[in-house]
C-alpha cells in the first residue's frame, strides 16, 4: 500500500514538472522570426532567425558569444569585447562550411551571398 502511494505521488510530481517545463518553454521569447545585422561597409545581412533556430536547436551556439538582445552584436564591438568580423567568420561562416563539407543542406558560404549592398 505504502510502495503504491509512493508511486503515485511520484508520478503526480514527475507530471507537474514536466507541464511546467513545457510552460516555461511555450511562453520563451524566441525573438523575432528575420533580423537584418548590421553588415559594414558590404552592407546588412538578411538574417532567417527562426530558421536557425529550428535548425540548430541550441541558442548558445550563438548566443553564448553574444547576448540575446537587439544591437549586442554591435555593443561588444565597441566595447572592443568582439573583433570585427568575428560573428560571420567563426560563427556563420564556420559552421555553413562544415556543413556543405558534410554533404549537409546549408546557407551562403561567402559574404556577397549575405551582405546587401547599400543602393547608391
Known sequence: MK??????VLIAL??????TVVLCLAG???GAQNIELAGGKRG???FPHL???????????????FEQKA?????????GKLKPKHVMNKLCTKCHKEKKNAG????????????IKPKS
Open 104 to 115: 549537409e543542406k546549408t546557407g551562403p558560404t561567402t559574404c556577397n551571398e549575405c551582405h
Open 51 to 65: 530558421r536557425h533556430q529550428d535548425t540548430l536547436a541550441d541558442c548558445n551556439i550563438c548566443h553564448g558569444v
Open 28 to 30: 520563451q521569447d524566441k
Open 44 to 46: 546588412n545581412v538578411a
Open 71 to 79: 544591437g549586442s552584436i554591435e555593443e561588444l564591438k565597441a566595447q
Open 3 to 8: 510502495v503504491r502511494m509512493i508511486v503515485l
Open 14 to 19: 514527475m507530471l507537474v514538472t514536466g507541464g
